[in-house]
């Protein structure tokens, strides 16, 4: 899989789990079961995601991962920071919105420090997926 295509992948399922979760976090309402466990299952695609890149050998996934979410913790770091509003629209549609459900389950408000750990988080569980990918694939065989 080229970055282009990972690029794509990602962003397209951003989008989806994005789009469920979005109402709620515009709005700044409390995240609802429902869209706690669609952030779950988002986070839970990212263990599978890495899983499946690491098992297929693909090169350069974890240094393209961890620029993936650095960019993320970056520009919440620029608009938390320097209030440069303007980049809200690219992280709430591809880090904020899907992430916003994990409120529901820490009860926590809606602010920066949040999105700091669950970006961190999503990445060590991506993290998780490589290493568990490489782990079944270092699996000694038994030979009979």
Do not use: H
């Amino acid at each position: 899989m080229s970055i282009k295509v990972n690029v794509m992948f990602l962003l397209f399922i951003s989008a989806i789990f994005g789009a469920f979760n979005f109402e709620v976090f515009f709005m700044g309402q409390t995240p609802t079961e429902t869209q706690g466990f669609i952030s779950l299952s988002f986070v839970f695609l990212w263990l599978i995601y890495g899983f499946i890149t690491s098992f297929k050998k693909i090169k350069y996934f974890l240094i393209f991962i961890t620029l993936y979410w650095c960019i993320g913790l970056l520009l919440t770091l620029i608009v938390c920071l320097l209030q440069w509003y303007i980049l809200i629209i690219p992280l709430t549609c591809i880090y904020f919105a899907p992430l916003d459900g994990l409120r529901y389950f820490f009860k926590v408000p809606i602010d920066g420090n949040f999105f700091y750990f669950a970006i961190f988080l999503s990445y060590l569980v991506t993290v998780f997926g490589c290493f568990l990918g490489k782990l079944t694939i270092n699996k000694p065989t038994s030979k009979k």
